[in-house]
């Protein structure tokens, strides 16, 4: 029986266009859009331009694009949007650790204003001086969310945040004139994979440190990774578990004394804002991801941005410039004595940044709070409903609550009855849902993670929970329709062999004809 | 909440005190903080962020924020040449349309039934770029040039096992930082010299450069200083021979008339697909991406996400998946190749939206139109007394270097003056390329009108004189 009375799932269907690949559509001849004529003064003087280029540097075929007339494109790409399931639409609240919340939209209406999207990041200072103002009073607002000194809001996004906490890492050593001594990153494996690679990248050797009984990293298994070749630690806290670890400033401890730096990775930051920080928990380092926890929208993948904020002693090293104020001017500061150069081009991913600003300001300080408060009240009432439904889990830390977001587990689901984390993931996109499993390696044995943010009613969580109740009955009553989900979806079983098959696999529609259709070869 | 008055904020539902209540009730507890009961006293925050008072209401949000932003002047209000890395170029209408609708504005990750759609936005992607640099695979996109270059050296050191890689010296300084960033310590870069005669790679230079331990040769076409490299074959070749790679950076908005690098032998295209329909957002609208041949060995050493087309149990129908998800750090951490995460992808999708719009023809048209204003710009600037075109015997693609060192102006003082004609001039290079004392680089793409360049000329003219 569903842990939700009278709450029914959606009789839901996707959107389906059964849309052709763009080069199957339109005709030789049909335009898209025409450009502005060329002035008869100008080709009077230059000619068609071609002359001064030579031979072979020009081509000698136009390119085999499609030729589609304007709304036969808006319409394909209107087919294509409505067979995205976005957070627009559904309960979003299985995309755990993505902190997937509700991005207003008076934040787009600025963020589409000419005065942000025709500005050229090399004008004078003189003209750019509102997005200044953004970007250095946001760095402000961090700084008093986090207790930290100084932000770049550079990166763009959490990974290139981690590499530039890894880039610091490396540079702050190299000033100590330890760097050839300090080669290893440890890193928890219920952090970010981004958090073992990205420092990986720059030649770190990378520790790993596994959960103990309780779910939280191993002290044990930390003191016993720590040496003088320790360079420094890339945490998140909470983990993607929800689990808060209470000896986090032991962790910092231990790493300082040993000569390492800490940096915070608070990609899970939305159930602490006002509630705990990076400097009380010690860190030197931290960042935050503006599309996860400050509402910034997701794109299908980015554009995103990973806002890093370093205590006063690492200011020297951040990536330039700083954004500055002197009284009267805003203005950029490439005066950063060690600074590791640059990770992004020019200042960061500027519309990500205005929509953050602007979402503060819809909150303040109390907002803030509540927004934490509720993701987290949402989190820990779908933490007891889900526990409600036969075949659950919520590995380790029983009995205690959770920040805002868990890492559950289907694995007596599929000890009962065969069905996978992966079957109900399918099947729960037939009720419009979407339900993620988690990053690798599977620690959790079929895992799922939820993390429903302060942004969804009671309603929309009993509907999710309605969903997955359903589908855990589907389970044991007709295991088949499971199996075979979707149903109600776009496209209908997928048959993957080809995707890990050189001769096979097909990136671009020019290699599929080569491979499949024996076309252009 | 408790602030002066008691409200609801829009943007969090069940901060409604019955429906906390009831919350509250299941759960068991009497007070949202029993919650936090894990987390330890002294990492509690005592104190109170010092954060504006919060603008409640849409209104007063709308004023403020369009306050602040009025401050601005943008390049619709003034005439702008800055190029250098970021172009002003004309965005279609429906490439905002597309890229505003609140589907793909707001999906993430989900799988490749529920965002069937995302997918294949991304596949037509790497598609219709594929066919514009003739190449076979394109990743969905990265962060930059700068991330896609570092990529792709990366990715030509781990093909050839060599830790060498050469640069032309005329590569954009800031992004040459931010691969020095990705790259250090493990990779080795040299530069290769440009001939400072023709904006040219001076071949002599690769020759005696180039060894058994060069892993890549990096050049960009057009360069940063616009000049359309000619000697591309020759360079591969070079490069070929000694069992290194070729990897070129180049501006897909110019290769509807220029021979596009696979043709003259790059192993490795990388670049910027800003100018496909983002506008400049203050360089907010970036997004690098990679293309390469079909080859295993290749294909296995990209870090990014490849999205290909796949059959479904429905005859006909097609679907899409994650190629070689092995290879990636969401499958390996750190033991994948380099790292991925969130990126640029909804770029990725409106620069599909652009290409499908210009299609071959547009594309052309848009290449001959930039060639044709940029090189009236370049005739009327060289009229003006003291003023010279840098390089002008090589040809140029939207950019090219004037030169102001026989005016009686520094290029600081002379764009302030234009300035205040409602023109941003071109960027200053006199400390991104000292040796060019008193240059500047200027951009002239389709949005320029002939009374656009005339404006310019005749600021330049009354600066000057």
């Known amino acids: 029986m569903s842990p939700v009375k009278n709450m029914k799932v ?75 399931l976005g957070a627009d639409l559904n309960v979003d609240i299985g995309q755990g650790t993505c902190t997937m919340k509700y991005s207003p939209k008076i934040n787009e209406i600025f963020a589409i204003s000419p005065k942000i999207t025709e500005l050229h990041p090399s004008q004078p200072i003189c003209t750019v001086q509102g997005i200044l103002e953004i970007f250095y009073k946001t760095d ?3 700084r008093e969310i986090s207790g930290l000194d100084q932000f770049t809001l550079q990166p763009a996004s959490g990974s290139q945040a981690i590499l530039t906490m890894s880039s610091i890492i490396k540079a702050f050593h ?3 004139g330890e760097n050839t001594q300090r080669d290893e990153i440890i890193t928890t494996i219920f952090s970010h994979p981004s958090d073992a690679a990205a420092p990986a990248v720059q030649g770190y ?33 909470p983990e993607d578990t929800g689990i808060y670890n209470p000896y986090i400033k032991e962790f910092t401890k231990m790493i300082h004394e040993a000569g390492g730096l800490c940096g915070y990775d608070q990609a899970n930051a939305n159930g602490v804002l006002g509630i705990a920080r990076a400097k009380e928990a010690d860190f030197d380092m931290c960042f935050f991801n503006l599309h996860k926890t400050f509402s910034s929208p997701h794109g299908c993948g980015g554009p995103s941005a990973g806002a890093l904020g370093v205590k006063k002693e690492l200011i020297k090293f951040l990536p330039v410039p700083l954004v500055r104020y002197n009284g009267s001017e805003y203005l950029f500061d490439y005066n950063v004595s060690h600074t590791i150069g640059k990770v992004r081009s020019y200042y960061g991913v500027v519309p990500a940044v205005l929509k953050a600003y602007s979402w503060i300001m819809s909150l303040g300080r109390e907002g803030l709070e509540e927004v934490s408060r509720i993701a987290v009240l949402n989190n820990n009432y779908l ?60 620690i959790v044995p079929q895992p799922f993670t939820l993390e429903p943010t302060e942004s969804y009613s009671k309603a929309e969580i009993d509907e999710y929970i309605a969903g997955l109740a359903k589908v855990a009955e589907e389970a044991h009553s ?28 097909a990136i671009t529609w020019r290699s599929y004809l080569k491979k499949w259709k024996n076309d252009r070869i | 909440m408790n602030t002066k008055k008691s409200f609801i904020h829009p943007y969090i539902p069940n901060s409604v005190p019955e429906i906390k209540e009831k919350m509250m009730q299941e759960i068991g507890i009497n007070d949202i903080e029993e919650l936090y009961t894990d987390i330890p006293d002294f990492l509690r925050f005592k104190g109170s962020m010092d954060l504006p008072d919060p603008l409640l209401s849409e209104y007063d949000l709308k004023r403020h924020v369009n306050g602040i932003l009025s401050k601005n002047t943008t390049c619709q209000e003034s005439i702008s040449f800055l190029g250098g890395g970021c172009w002003q170029h004309y965005v279609p209408a429906i490439c905002d349309e597309i890229n505003q609708r609140s589907e793909f504005l707001t999906a993430y990750a989900g799988e490749p039934y529920e965002d069937h759609g995302r997918f294949h936005a991304l596949f037509e992607y790497a598609s219709m ?34 830790t060498e890689i050469l640069v032309s010296d005329t590569i954009s300084p800031d992004r040459l930082l931010i691969i020095q960033n990705y790259c250090s310590p493990l990779l080795k870069m040299k530069t290769m010299k440009t001939d400072y005669e023709t904006g040219k790679i001076d071949l002599g230079d690769l020759e005696d450069s180039i060894s058994n331990k060069t892993a890549g040769v990096y050049f960009e076409n057009p360069s940063y200083l616009g000049c359309i490299e000619d000697q591309g074959s020759k360079i591969s070749s070079i490069t070929h021979e000694n069992d290194a790679l070729c990897i070129v950076g180049t501006d897909p908005l110019s290769l509807g008339v220029l021979t596009p690098p696979s043709n003259y032998g790059a192993d490795i295209v990388c670049g910027d697909i800003q100018g496909l329909g983002m506008h400049m957002q203050y360089g907010g ?58 990126a640029a992808a909804l770029w990725g999708i409106t620069a599909g939206v652009y290409l499908a719009l210009l299609g071959p023809q547009g594309m052309q048209e848009l290449g001959k139109l930039i060639l044709q204003k940029s090189q009236y710009a370049m005739k009327r600037l060289s009229t003006i007394d003291g003023i010279n075109i840098l390089f002008n015997q090589t040809s140029h693609f939207k950019e090219f270097v004037v030169d102001f060192n026989k005016t009686p102006k520094k290029v600081s003082e002379i764009n302030e003056l234009l300035v205040k004609k409602k023109i941003f001039g071109g960027k200053d290079l006199s400390k991104e390329f000292p040796n060019l004392r008193e240059s500047a680089l200027f951009c002239v793409t389709e949005v320029h009108k002939k009374e656009d360049i005339d404006k310019l000329i005749l600021g330049l003219e009354e600066i000057l004189n």
């Open chain 2, 129 to 162: 770029m594929g066919e514009l640099l003739e190449m076979d695979v394109v990743n969905v996109p990265t962060y930059d040039w700068g991330q896609a270059a570092s990529t792709a050296i990366q990715m030509a050191t781990r093909i050839t096992d060599r």
């Open chain 1, 205 to 237: 050797k990378i520790i790993d440190i596994y959960p103990n009984q309780e779910g939280l990293p191993d002290l044990e298994a930390l003191k016993e990774a720590i040496s003088d070749r320790t360079a420094g630690l890339l945490i998140t806290n």
């Open chain 1, 383 to 442: 933490l007891k409903k889900v526990l409600e439904i036969n075949g659950t889990s919520a590995p380790y830390a029983k009995g205690h609550h959770r920040i805002e977001q868990v890492r559950y587990s289907w694995n007596k689901l599929t000890e009962e009855t065969g069905i996978t984390t992966e079957d109900i993931t399918n099947r729960m996109v037939d009720f419009g849902f979407h339900m993620w499993s988690s990053h690798h390696p599977f």
């Open chain 1, 478 to 505: 007709n295991p088949e329709i499971v199996k075979n989900a979707p149903h109600r979806s776009v496209v209908h079983k997928l048959i993957t062999d080809s995707l890990d098959d050189p001769d096979k696999w």
């Open chain 1, 140 to 142: 402000l607002f961090l």
């Open chain 1, 10 to 84: 959606r009789n839901f269907h996707q959107a389906k266009w059964d849309e052709p690949i763009i080069f199957e559509l339109g005709s030789k001849g049909e335009r898209g859009i025409l450009l502005p004529e060329i002035e008869n003064e100008i080709e009077a003087v230059i000619g068609d331009g071609f002359s001064k280029i030579p031979k072979h540097m020009i081509r000698e075929q136009v390119p085999c694009l499609p030729e589609i007339s304007q709304m036969q494109v808006l319409k394909h790409y209107l087919r294509l949007s409505q067979e995205t």
């Open chain 1, 174 to 176: 190299d000033y100590n």
């Open chain 2, 285 to 342: 609208g970036h997004a690098g991406f990679i293309a390469t041949h079909d080859e295993e060995k290749i294909v296995m050493e990209y870090p990014s996400r490849l999205f290909g087309i796949i059959p479904t149990v429905v005859k006909g129908e097609y679907g899409f998946g994650d190629v070689t998800y092995d290879r990636t750090s969401f499958s390996k951490r750190e033991k994948g190749k380099e790292f991925i995460g969130t």
